[in-house]
């Protein structure tokens, strides 16, 4: 999607993770502050200026609410 947008704010962009949330029930199972906490992206501690997404960790929790699947999709 952002092939053809080279704007000055953004530089160049590249999706490197997408993650899903599924919920069972369609009004949804746990609100989403909750599901967020699965998710932790830090900078590696060798990395004092990151310059990469390579230079983060991301952090991926099981996630122990019921009826909540995590589906990565895109990821690192």
Do not use: C
């Not at 004092?48 to 990821?75: C, F, M, T, W």
């Amino acid at each position: 999607m952002w092939d053809l947008d080279r704007s000055a704010s953004r530089g160049q962009m590249a999706t490197r993770g997408l993650y899903v949330f599924e919920h069972e029930s369609e009004f949804g199972n746990a609100p989403s502050h909750m599901l967020f906490k699965a998710i932790q992206i830090e900078r590696k501690e060798d990395v004092e200026v990151p310059r990469s997404a390579a230079d983060y960790n991301v952090n991926i929790e099981d996630v122990k609410i019921e009826g909540i699947k995590l589906h990565q999709v895109v990821g690192l």
